[in-house]
């Protein structure tokens, strides 16, 4: 158990940050979409003004046509237009995919103080697409984006500062900025401010404090963070120890890809079957309700 808890400990490491930090040029679906979100944020500020028939081809699916209507605007310098123009030569939306293209609009963009660019600039140079890898660039980029609340940016730097990647390690820096992303409800900023409290890096041990970041994120659908709170449940770590919940929770991160199996073997020796008949309903009804209402 340890080892799989230890091995769940350093989940905000690699495999974690390139699922979450992943270029919009080539990288993971997950974070493609999470880049498409932060763009439509955007868009949605835009819709009032002149970009509206533009949007409204977009979400048509009319790539074409989106791109026509907002190229002219990018050319005449507003950073917005820049932005989406990079992103749609980033995704081959209405043009062929062409990554040098997309860094010069969003360099653009960026440099005229677009935080959708600066993250997504700063995505480039984390993992050198186009250019050469430069993590000190990258997190230039990521600052400046954070300093404007994207949390996304937020949690990178924060990664960067708690690694010492582009940044010199930092553990009260990297606290300081996965809290500001937590606080903004990213939830794997969210489980990796559990993990620093739980570890007592950057700040004073508190498993109460842990198991409380844990379930933020873990009502997100966070499977990690899911496993956390059983194993947390499981110890009595920052919770009262309860060996129902703790079973309920680790059905939930296995419904969602967590490997528990042992963990659910150990506990089960816990419970006669009426217990785990209803941590089992507890799972299943937190499940259900896409967990609103879990144990």
Known sequence: MTEIWKGTQIFCGLSARWNQIATILGGAQ?????SIFVLFISLTHAAADEYEEGLAAYNAGNYKTAFKIWKPEAERGDARAQAIIGFMYSSGQGVPADPLKAIKWFRLAAEQGNSVAQLNLAMIYDRGIGVERDLEIAASWYRLAAD????????????????????????????HWYRKAAQLGLADAQFALGQMYRSGTGTELDHVTAARWYRHAAEQGHPDSQFAIGFMNEFGLGVPQNFVRAYSWYLIAASNGADVEKHLEVVSTHLNEEEKLEASRNAEVCIETNYSDCP
């Open 30 to 34: 997950r974070i493609a979409q999470s």
């Open 148 to 175: 404007q609340s994207v949390p996304t940016a937020q949690y990178a730097l924060g990664y960067m500062y708690h690694f010492g990647e582009g940044v010199s390690k930092d553990y009260e820096k990297a606290l």
